[in-house]
């Protein structure tokens, strides 16, 4: 399915300083049941944002109306574990287009290019500096500039550039995606299937 | 630059249709596995594009993640799971997929079904919307999870784009030490390398280690390596490895066998051929192993204690929200550990030769009475299997039942549910929060050092336990 454009993103962010967040922590299993891609960001996070008897859990960056926006800021190996693309819907779902952290996991960060959530990666240091400019001040704006690779806390003027290869950049420009491309060179690899060699 | 090729690298150029320029490779897939979970957005996909099923006798399907382990000859009593099961067979039958529905007498975990009925081969390229699709790479395949979008791509077009991993070899010499198996020689490795320490590369295990251990061996350590962060591990294949998939219902047989074998004979690492990455572990430092924190890097030697944040590198806040999931403190021995629940399944650790493990241990001995079991077979081969070694009757003995094949408490996605609070020693692969239900805390651990918990109510060294069978 193709999605939302992405070109230059201007935007509060939300702040998430936790390393190793998991696939089942952005969406747990038991919300896999579902046989279309429907209402997934209710669930995103859902134990760490509601408690048992599901009534918010109040000290949790989602449920507390100071921080809010299209970009997530993670801490270091986001999105490790599971290859459900149910997390990256989640996160698209929920309102976000942007993850930034200092790490991604592979899978998570592949599924989320074919979505249309951009995965930012930045240094450590620069990850710091979002974190600290958000917590002095939740209003602060992050700006995600996709043509020219960089990130921007727009307030201090601090700058990164990161990495994307470009033929992923040019998908998440144009809103389309990896299905369109295979889907146009299928007499191709039913010839290449041919020459396999078993 | 060098010919020299890796193993790694000799399967996945002799799949690549062309490379997109400053972009990813368009990988040929031979192997695509299908569940209920990950699939069902994948068929509307093709049947909103009209785009249909390219090879359908290239995808098999099995129900397995969503699947009671009880009364499997009943109707499925939650709604939405029997909706997602209905959705897989009515998507099979629709594009001609073959399909091991629950009930089916080959239906099992897909990462067990596909090496005993020979769907996995030396040399194939292997995706499943699983990220312990890796469990494969034991045959010297290219395997690996792959998200909904990418299971449409397969479907559609029997390929995915993927910019190449890079290498990495992990070398284990020497002889293991007793009590420890391959379940102990992953986790060692991922508490050495972190969860996210291999993350962008392929392995490839290497060594005596990994040369002497069973193909049921190699599938544990190649299923965990997802969970240091590699897409997937792989072994070389050799004689154990034709011996095991020779004869199974989808092997070639006759002429296409010999030129298999040719063809599965040259699939090794050339000598002098280059790893981004290389490491080498002694055999010698590995003993039974067990987790103590909220992701599989978390693991340490079961004799030692609870590592205190101050000596590890960094994530100090992370770690003690870790141990404070766990009730955990520093400083503190794992052993003697009251545990609630044993489970011994999963994609890891549920094949035979794991409740073979299983047995020796609580074979004279009883459950212990604060402890609930769950023996789940990761299909109705080990089912059957466990039954006709007359395993079952020495289980039953010792007071513990067997359940019916599925991932079941692995991931908790159906009724076994660890409730919130208690603790159990599990042979599967994820001790993330709340993985075997809501507030549910998870100790990894081998089949050996499971029934240990079993049988004593804690966590024990299965070392003593194994005193009169050395």
């Known amino acids: 399915m193709a999605y939302d454009k992405f070109e230059i993103l201007n935007s509060t962010a939300v702040p998430l300083p936790i390393e190793n967040v998991d696939t089942d922590q952005i969406i747990p299993a038991r919300f896999l049941k579902a046989t279309e891609r429907k209402g997934f960001g209710d669930n995103l996070f859902r134990d760490w944002r509601y408690n048992g008897d599901n009534t918010p859990k109040s000290d949790f960056v989602l449920n507390n109306p100071t921080y809010s926006g299209k970009i997530l800021v993670g801490g270091k190996n986001f999105g490790s574990g599971s290859s459900r693309e149910h997390a990256a819907w989640a996160v698209y779902d929920y309102g976000f287009r942007c993850v930034i952290s200092s790490f991604f996991a592979d899978i998570f960060k592949g599924n989320c290019l074919n979505i249309g959530v951009l995965p930012v990666q930045v240094s450590p240091e620069f990850a710091a500096k979002v974190f600290a400019a958000i917590e002095a001040d939740p209003n602060t704006e992050i700006s995600v500039n996709l043509p020219e690779q960089t990130v921007t806390i727009v307030k201090t003027g601090e700058k990164e550039s990161f990495d994307i290869n470009g033929y992923k950049k040019q998908n998440m420009l144009n809103g389309f995606d990896d299905i369109d491309y295979l889907n146009n060179i299928k007499s191709e690899i039913s010839e290449f299937a041919k020459e396999l060699p078993l | ?127 499943c919307g699983d990220s312990h699709t890796s469990t494969h790479g034991a045959f010297g395949a290219i395997a690996f999870g792959i998200g909904t979008s990418e299971v449409e791509m397969v479907l559609s077009t029997q390929c995915i784009m993927q910019p190449k991993p890079k290498k990495m070899r992990i070398n284990i010499e020497g002889e293991l030490n007793f009590g420890v198996t391959p379940k102990d020689v992953a986790l060692y490795i991922i508490s050495q390398l972190t969860t996210s320490g291999a993350t962008g590369y392929f392995v490839e295990y290497a060594g005596d280690v990994f040369e002497n251990m069973t193909m049921e061996g190699r599938m544990t350590v190649c299923n965990l390596s997802i969970e240091m962060g590699a897409r997937g591990g792989m072994i070389a294949p050799d004689e154990k490895t034709f011996e095991y998939v020779k004869g199974r219902e989808f092997t070639p047989t006759g002429a296409a066998w010999d030129k298999a074998m040719a063809y599965w004979k040259t699939l090794k690492t050339d000598e002098g051929a280059e790893f981004d990455k290389e490491l080498t572990f002694s055999a010698s430092d590995i003993e039974p192993m067990i987790t103590y924190g909220t992701n599989p890097g978390m693991g340490m030697g079961i004799s030692k204690s609870i590592p205190n944040a101050e000596d590890l590198e960094g994530g100090v806040a992370t770690y003690k929200k870790s141990l404070g999931y766990m009730a955990f403190n520093e400083g503190e021995d794992m052993i003697g550990k009251p545990i609630d629940f044993v489970f011994i399944g999963s994609c890891t650790n549920g094949r035979i030769e794991d409740f073979r493990a299983f047995t020796s241990i609580v074979k004279g001995r009883k459950k212990a009475d604060n402890v609930t079991a769950w023996l789940v077979p990761g299909s109705h081969k080990v089912e059957s299997a466990i039954k006709e070694e007359g395993l079952l009757d020495i289980l039953t003995e010792a007071g513990f039942e067997l359940r019916e094949p599925g991932c079941s408490a692995c991931l908790a996605m159906n009724d076994d549910k660890v409730p919130a609070g208690k603790l159990a020693v599990s042979t599967s692969n994820r001790n993330f929060e709340g993985r075997q239900g809501p507030g549910s805390r998870t100790l990894l651990a081998s089949p050996l050092v499971a029934a240990a918990a079993a049988v004593t109510g804690k966590v024990t060294d299965p070392r003593e336990l194994m005193k009169e069978l050395a």
């Open chain 2, 1 to 127: 630059m060098s010919t020299k090729k890796t193993l790694f690298d000799k399967v996945w150029d002799s799949h690549v249709v062309k490379h997109v320029e400053d972009g990813p490779d368009v990988l040929f897939i031979d192997r695509h596995l299908v569940h209920e979970v990950t699939s069902p957005v994948a068929f509307l996909g093709i049947k909103n594009r009209k785009s249909g099923v390219l090879f359908p006798n290239k995808t098999f399907a099995t129900a397995d993640h969503n699947t009671p382990t009880i009364n499997q000859h009943l109707p499925v009593a939650d709604p939405l799971s029997a909706n997602q099961l209905k959705a897989l067979e009515e998507n099979a039958k629709e594009y001609g997929i073959s399909h091991w529905g629950l009930g089916h007498e080959k239906n099992g975990i897909v990462h067990v079904v596909g090496p005993e009925y020979g769907i996995t081969q030396p040399g194939a390229t292997i995706v």
